[in-house]
T-cell receptor, first 112, second 116 residues
Framework: GENVEQHPSTLSVQEGDSAVIKCTYS??????FPWYKQELGKGPQLIID?????GEKKDQRIAVTLNKTAKHFSLHITETQPEDSAVYFC???????????FGAGTRLTVKP | NAGVTQTPKFQVLKTGQSMTLQCAQD?????MYWYRQDPGMGLRLIYY???????DKGEVPNGYNVSRLNKREFSLRLESAAPSQTSVYFC???????????????FGPGTRLLVL
C-alpha cells in the first residue's frame, strides 16, 4: 500500500519568513495530493490540493509543487503569520480509491 | 450547514467496555470515513463507506465495526475496548468517486477516547 513520509516534524520560523514542508510517497499510481491544516482541538481542514496532471498550484500565500518522477510534493507558505501556526498534514491517494494515506504531520510555529 | 458533527466529544472507558461513536454530515456527501489519530503517526483510516449501503476496511480495522445507517450517518463501534484504542477519532465525508472523483474530505471536530 501507499506510504507517505513527511519532513520536518517540527518547524519554527519568524513572522514574514517562508516555510516549506516536504512529503514523499511510494505508490506511483497516486494522483491526488491534499494538504490539511489542523489547529489545536479541531479536525483537519483542507487548505490546498493538487492533482497529478499539474506541477504547481497557488492560492494567495500558499503553494504546492509536485514532482511525479521523484514522487515528492511540497507545501510552501510565504509571508508567514502567527495564525499559520498549526499542524500540517500531507496525504496521497489514487483515483477510485478511498484509502487516503497521511503523513505524520509537521508542527509549524510562527514567532511574532 | 453544520458540516460534519461527532458525538461524544470526550469519553472514558474501562477495558472491555463497548461504545459507539456517532457521526453525521449534512452536505449530501456519498462517502464517509473513520480515522484515528495518534501522536507522531498522522491519521490512519479505520473504515470507510464509499456510498450508502457499503463499507470497507481501511488500514487499521481490527477491533472496530461500522454501520452506514443512511446517507447522513456513519457510526463506529468498539465492541470490547482496549488501552491500545486510546486515541482521537475523526469522522470525515466527501463527494467520493461516484461524483467524478472528488476526493476532498471534510473532517469533524473529533472524539477523544481514553481506555483505562
Amino acid at each position: 500500500g501507499e506510504n507517505v513520509e513527511q519532513h520536518p516534524s517540527t518547524l519554527s520560523v519568524q513572522e514574514g519568513d517562508s516555510a516549506v514542508i516536504k512529503c514523499t510517497y511510494s505508490d506511483s499510481a497516486s494522483n491526488y495530493f491534499p494538504w490539511y491544516k489542523q489547529e489545536l482541538g479541531k479536525g483537519p481542514q483542507l487548505i490546498i490540493d493538487i492533482r497529478s496532471n499539474v506541477g504547481e498550484k497557488k492560492d494567495q500565500r500558499i503553494a504546492v509543487t509536485l514532482n511525479k518522477t521523484a514522487k515528492h510534493f511540497s507545501l510552501h507558505i510565504t509571508e508567514t503569520q502567527p495564525e499559520d501556526s498549526a499542524v500540517y498534514f500531507c496525504a496521497a491517494s489514487w483515483y477510485n480509491n478511498n484509502d487516503m494515506r497521511f503523513g505524520a504531520g509537521t508542527r509549524l510555529t510562527v514567532k511574532p | 450547514n453544520a458540516g460534519v458533527t461527532q458525538t461524544p466529544k470526550f469519553q472514558v472507558l474501562k477495558t472491555g467496555q463497548s461504545m459507539t461513536l456517532q457521526c453525521a454530515q449534512d452536505m449530501n456527501h456519498n462517502s464517509m470515513y473513520w480515522y484515528r489519530q495518534d501522536p507522531g503517526m498522522g491519521l490512519r483510516l479505520i473504515y470507510y463507506s464509499a456510498s450508502e449501503g457499503t463499507t470497507d476496511k481501511g488500514e487499521v480495522p481490527n477491533g472496530y465495526n461500522v454501520s452506514r445507517l443512511n446517507k447522513r450517518e456513519f457510526s463506529l463501534r468498539l465492541e470490547s475496548a482496549a488501552p491500545s484504542q486510546t486515541s482521537v477519532y475523526f469522522c470525515a465525508s466527501s463527494d467520493g468517486v461516484t461524483s467524478g472523483g472528488l476526493e476532498t474530505q471534510y473532517f469533524g471536530p473529533g472524539t477523544r477516547l481514553l481506555v483505562l
